[in-house]
């Protein structure tokens, strides 16, 4: 397995399988040239199977951490060390970064990504919540995760 930070829109859309849906041009285009947002894609046979992205977030008073946007693993490659990998690779690279820390939220019951983000190192946070603005529609709703 070969893990390569991705740059390319072509590169992008052929990895997009593995994405919630289609990728959209202007939005691939924006992530890939924004400094600090960060897609890798591991490659098996030089096929797609899994996907991590990665967002630098900076404050004036606590520096640059790494935000785990998403992690994404084909369904046939699963539970195969496809995605610690590809959480390992974040995490390096944000260290290379010079990112104090790295963070992810995901659904508590959520077992497979519990367990791949456990295994790559991380440690739970106590209490969080996650507040969310949705937009769509034109319409603001707020949605609560705990």
């Given at each position: 397995m070969e893990i390569r930070r991705v740059v390319e829109m072509g590169d992008a859309v052929a990895a997009e399988r593995l994405f919630d849906g289609a990728a959209r041009p202007e939005a691939t285009a924006r992530f890939l040239h924004e400094e600090g947002?960060?897609?890798l894609v591991a490659y098996l046979d030089g096929k797609p199977v899994g996907m991590v992205s990665g967002v630098e977030t900076t404050h004036p008073d606590k520096g640059t951490e790494?935000?785990?946007y998403e992690l994404s693993v084909d369904p046939a490659h699963r539970r195969r060390g496809v995605g610690g990998s590809l959480v390992r690779a974040l995490r390096e690279l944000a260290q290379q970064r010079g990112c104090y820390g790295m963070w992810v939220g995901t659904e508590h019951d959520n077992a497979?990504?519990?367990?791949t983000y456990r295994a790559a190192g991380a440690t739970d946070e106590e209490d969080f919540v996650s507040l969310t603005w949705s937009f769509r529609n034109g319409t603001a709703t707020t949605e609560t995760a705990r």
């Open positions: 947002h960060h897609l790494m935000f785990l497979a990504a519990l367990a």
